[in-house]
């Protein structure tokens, strides 16, 4: 089986500070790992993925995750935070064996303050 | 790429009615998936499609759920009977060949709401 946790359903930030929205998996095959972000009333945009190769995945908006296979991590970063990335943020995972289903996390919503 | 198209936007009915909701995926992308996310948490999935085939259902998708692709294009989902639980948001998506490392691509979702 597949799961995903985000620790922390809140996150607040101030304008320019570092954002760390952490993402631990649970995974018994190779996992393919996401980031989305979903603003109010909207569907889910993919920031982010991480399939194989380099474990530093650069994603738009500035975002970047590093997959750390022993931590089972894969925490979503950004060296400034703007107003503008104030959402909620979901990890999530998939593999082959599993089929081709994501698993998400609960969720993480970004506050940034001014 | 116009991107995964959902209608309607939102649907509010009445309890024990039926609804449909219709996914259209963006044009080259053979694989869709339907999710259902409700206030507060990440979106759980529901089924998805090879082309026209069903390929796989959650334990979600109860009998009073059914969703068809006829022509491996357009998709819907059918909520006969509806009941309170069965307010959410449903999610479509879409995904290119070659297996579950390719993303998948979301629509702006249907919000239902059951009176």
């Known amino acids: 089986a597949q799961s995903v946790t985000q620790l922390g359903s809140h996150v607040s930030v101030s304008e320019g500070a570092l954002v760390l929205l952490r993402c631990n998996y649970s995974?018994?095959?190779?996992?393919?790992l996401f980031w989305y972000v979903q603003y109010p009333n909207q569907g889910l945009q993919l920031l982010l993925k991480?399939?194989?190769?380099?474990?530093l995945v650069k994603g738009i908006n500035g975002f970047e995750a590093e997959f750390k296979k022993s931590e089972t991590s894969f925490h979503l970063t950004k060296p400034s935070a703007h107003m503008s990335d104030a959402a909620e943020y979901f990890c999530a995972v998939s593999s082959m064996e599993y089929g081709n289903k994501l698993v998400f996390g609960a969720g993480t919503i970004l506050r940034v303050k001014s | 790429d116009t991107g995964v198209s959902q209608n309607p936007r939102h649907k509010i009915t009445k309890r024990g009615q039926n609804v449909t909701f219709r996914c259209d995926p963006i044009s080259e992308h053979n694989r869709l998936y339907w999710y259902r996310q409700t206030l507060g948490q990440g979106p759980e999935f529901l089924t998805y499609?090879?082309?026209?085939?069903?390929?796989?259902k959650s334990r979600l998708l109860s009998d009073r759920f059914s969703a068809e692709r006829p022509k491996g294009s357009f998709s819907t989902l059918e909520i006969q009977r509806t009941e309170q639980g069965d307010s959410a948001m449903y999610l479509c998506?879409?995904?290119?060949?070659?297996?579950?490392?390719?993303?998948?691509?979301f629509g702006d979702g249907t919000r239902l709401s059951i009176l």
């Open positions: 991480y399939t194989t190769g380099a474990t």
């Open positions: 499609f090879q082309n026209e085939a069903q390929l796989e």
């Open positions: 998506a879409s995904s290119s060949r070659g297996g579950s490392n390719q993303p998948q691509h």
């Open positions: 995974s018994s095959v190779p996992p393919y």
